[in-house]
């Protein structure tokens, strides 16, 4: 299974320490936030991972190499001056990525979830790590449910996504319907989240879950970055 880290965004809540260096770059226990996930996915026995990045870009390749220090293969793919948000990064990403299903991971967030674990062949479209909801989003995002399916609807308590999970290429399957007419969908390469497209997905049964119980934090402010620090010291 091959992995693609999300590392384009401009991280503006975590300013003014991404002015000069990107979110996924930041340190936190005395190395980057996406080296932790660099050293997980060797451990579980990946060897491809797709780097998205835009803002700062070109700061990813002087810090990481190739992978070969990890014992990875690295492939950075610069998407220019304006990030494609997520469903448009991994749509960019699929001639990488390939026809198999490949796990994503947020690259500011930091997490214990073993990858290694994960469904390599998941039902349907998608199988998403949920977490406990942080102290910053009580509401969560989605429902688990008992036979493992994952959806969007209804008044059950609600998990938070942690950003972690396999995908399938169909996630992206008639995405124009989905996103509609977005100004987004009509630039080149096209620019969209996948949340629409994981919600879609839900409606029809296409995506399952697991509830992680470990640790997880996002790491979206400059004060929740100090706060992982002093855990990991």
Do not use: C
């Not at 910053?136 to 449910?145: A, K, M, S, V």
């Not at 009509?186 to 997905?201: C, K, N, V, W």
């Amino acid at each position: 299974m091959k992995a693609i880290i999300f590392s384009a965004g401009k991280g503006e809540r975590m300013r003014p320490l991404t002015l000069t260096t990107p979110k996924p770059l930041l340190v936190a226990g005395g190395k980057p936030l996406i080296v932790w996930h660099l050293e997980q996915l060797a451990a579980a026995g990946f060897s491809d991972v797709v780097i998205n990045t835009s803002w700062l870009g070109d700061q990813f390749e002087p810090a990481l190499g190739d992978g070969s220090r990890w014992g990875l293969r690295l492939h950075v793919i610069d998407e220019g001056s304006v990030p494609l948000e997520t469903g448009g990064g991994i749509l960019n990403a699929l001639p990488l990525l390939g026809d198999a299903p490949f796990l994503v991971v947020n690259g500011d967030v930091w997490t214990d979830v073993d990858f290694a674990a994960l469904p390599k062949q998941p039902d349907g479209d998608a199988h998403l790590v949920l977490v406990d909801n942080p102290v910053q989003h009580p509401r969560g995002d989605f429902i688990l449910h008992g036979d493992g399916t994952v959806s969007d609807a209804g008044d059950a308590p609600r998990l938070t996504y942690a950003g972690v999970g396999v995908f399938r290429p169909s996630i992206l399957d008639g995405w124009r319907d989905v996103i509609g007419d977005t100004e987004g969908a009509s630039t080149t390469p096209p620019q969209f989240g996948l949340a629409p497209l994981m919600r879609h997905a839900m409606a029809h049964g296409r995506v399952t879950g697991l509830h992680h119980r470990g640790r997880w934090a996002d790491v979206g402010t400059p004060e929740r970055l100090a706060a992982l620090d002093a855990t990991l010291r």
